[in-house]
């Protein structure tokens, strides 16, 4: 009888421990599958801004990403990159660097478009706009959400690339040409795709498209 006892509150034990992992086990599939589960919306139409020609809205896979553009602070390279806006220029490229927590990159129009994209050489893309010269600030925080221009080891080298960090990091502090800030949508850009053993990702996903905020909501 006591066995019979035992045996069944095991049965009971194990059981529950069986439903637990299953709930456990389907939450998980659930939350991996949908990694943008979490990830707040926003309405275009309900958003204000004092100045909406310096507003521009990348969008991701897990959402919209809302940027205000500072030409007060450089005037060239936010002119060049909402020319690359307007032009539609980032539609469907990669983003083939992303540092988990700190930054996400992207903007390569020679060999990071989804269409033709080139694994061998994504991140040295050159453009036919040619470079500009940095416009760097000292006094421009390099906060979380903000946006800048991508270079390689040499000043004025920047053309197309940019990133956009997750984090503060003020030794980018003068080292690099502030474009503008995120307001909102950050948390869509930490759902970027990443890799725990290199920063260059393979497969990697994609701008689906960056607008100006006017041309959206008129």
């Known amino acids: 009888m006591i ?3 035992k045996q069944s509150r095991s049965e009971k034990i194990l059981l529950i421990f069986l439903i637990s992992l299953f709930f456990f086990s389907a939450i998980s599939f659930i939350l991996i599958k949908n990694k943008c589960l979490f990830v707040k919306e926003y309405n275009l139409n309900k958003l204000q801004f004092s100045k909406p020609e310096n507003v521009a809205v990348l969008e991701v896979s897990c959402g919209n990403v809302i940027i205000e553009l500072y030409p007060e602070v450089s005037p060239n390279s936010v002119e060049r990159f909402k020319m690359l806006i307007e032009n539609k220029e ?3 490229v990669a983003f083939h660097r992303v540092i988990k927590d700190v930054l996400v990159q992207s903007g390569d129009i ?8 080139n694994y061998a050489k994504i991140g040295n893309g050159k453009s ?3 470079t500009l010269k940095s416009e760097t600030d000292n006094n421009f925080l390099f906060e979380r959400g903000t946006v800048a221009l991508a ?7 920047e053309d197309t690339q940019f990133f956009i960090l997750l984090t503060d ?3 980018f502090e003068g080292e690099y040409s502030p474009v503008g800030k995120v307001k909102y949508g950050l948390n869509a850009l930490e759902k970027i795709k990443y890799d725990d053993k290199t920063e260059y990702i393979l497969r990697p996903d994609f701008i689906k498209s960056f607008r100006m905020f006017n041309f959206l909501i008129n």
């Open 3 to 5: 066995n019979k006892i």
């Open 90 to 92: 980032y539609d469907n």
């Open 110 to 117: 020679q060999y990071g478009k989804k269409e033709n994209i």
């Open 128 to 130: 036919k706009y040619g």
């Open 151 to 157: 270079r390689n080891y040499k000043r004025d080298t």
């Open 169 to 171: 990091a003020p030794l």
